[in-house]
């Protein structure tokens, strides 16, 4: 059984004592390759620039062995660049640099059947869904895999400097919240989503999809929690860990969370078993926070 990712795959420069230091990056791309890492079947669909810096992530690629057969290349467009700044806390500020994204290329064309061979999640979320052509491959991926009863993961990871209508914005994220099966949502994007400002509300305006059936609630140096049933199950940081970079933490998060997954019954799994999942997840991406730059703390704490 596998893993499906689909997104954007990008260079994330990481400004560090007045240096750029690049790192591969995007959120749906550190997933795969923390299945990778995790000895996980994973395959990842993206639309990279023919440039130096899809050169620069295939390399990192082919060094992990991650299969790239569904990694298209085109002339229209470039490759994405982030700058990524860290305060003293170790939390994010990005600079995106998507004036032509590649990945708004990658249309439903290049979304085919045979790519759903032996997958048991397709997991999706973040900058490609800001892109209509892009949105509408992802659509016919996530259809195809309803069809095939496939369980699809969602991480919105939401980009508030890259939209212009918030409104329209939060819409569309409704509008994606009919899909997935597996939700993973962090506590500063929860309130934007539901418009609701109580946990407890919000969740159970979450739960009123009912096809959503585990939610998992990141909160930062809180840890995080799992929505399940009537079931709430949380788990607590290390306090000890003074994190210097959060960069692709809430990836790993979510890539240990399917790792255990993919060989459930979701809709009927233990809490015992959740409560496991839940405490690796919360204390190796707490972990990965010690690190500088999220592909690079991965091989550290996976």
Do not use: W
Request: proline residues 2%; contains cysteine.
């Amino acid at each position: 059984m596998k893993i499906l990712c689909i997104g954007e795959a990008i260079v994330d420069n990481q400004v560090l004592d007045d240096k750029l230091i690049p790192h591969v990056g995007g959120a749906p791309l550190n997933v795969s390759v923390a299945l990778k890492l995790m000895n996980v079947d994973v395959n990842f669909v993206t639309m990279l620039g023919n440039d130096y810096f899809k050169d620069f992530i295939l390399k990192e690629l082919n060094s992990l062995k991650l299969d790239t057969k569904y990694i298209f290349t085109t002339n229209k467009g470039n490759t994405s660049l982030a700058f990524v700044f860290n305060d003293e806390t170790g939390n994010r500020r990005f600079s995106f640099y998507r004036t032509n994204p590649s990945d708004k290329y990658l249309t439903k064309n290049y979304i085919k059947e045979e790519m759903l061979e032996d997958i048991k999640i397709i997991h999706f979320g973040s900058l490609a869904l800001l892109n209509k052509e892009t949105l509408k491959s992802h659509l016919k991926l996530l259809k195809l895999g309803i069809k095939k009863n496939i369980l699809i993961s969602f991480d919105p990871n939401l980009r508030f400097n890259l939209v212009n209508d918030l409104n329209k914005y939060q819409k569309l994220i409704i509008k994606l919240l009919k899909y997935p099966n597996i939700l993973k949502i962090s506590d500063d994007e929860l309130e934007f989503i539901t418009k609701k400002n109580n946990e407890k509300e919000a969740i159970e305006y979450l739960k009123s999809f009912k096809n959503i059936k585990i939610i998992m609630l990141t909160k930062g140096k809180k840890g995080a929690s799992i929505y399940y049933k009537n079931e709430i199950i949380n788990a607590s940081t290390n306090s000890d860990i003074k994190a210097i970079d959060t960069t692709g933490a809430g990836d790993l998060f979510t890539a240990i969370m399917l790792k255990n997954l993919i060989n459930e019954d979701i809709k009927n799994v233990s809490i015992k078993r959740l409560n496991e999942y839940l405490k690796e997840a919360v204390t190796l991406s707490s972990k990965s926070t010690l690190y500088n730059g999220a592909i690079a703390s991965y091989k550290k704490v996976v």
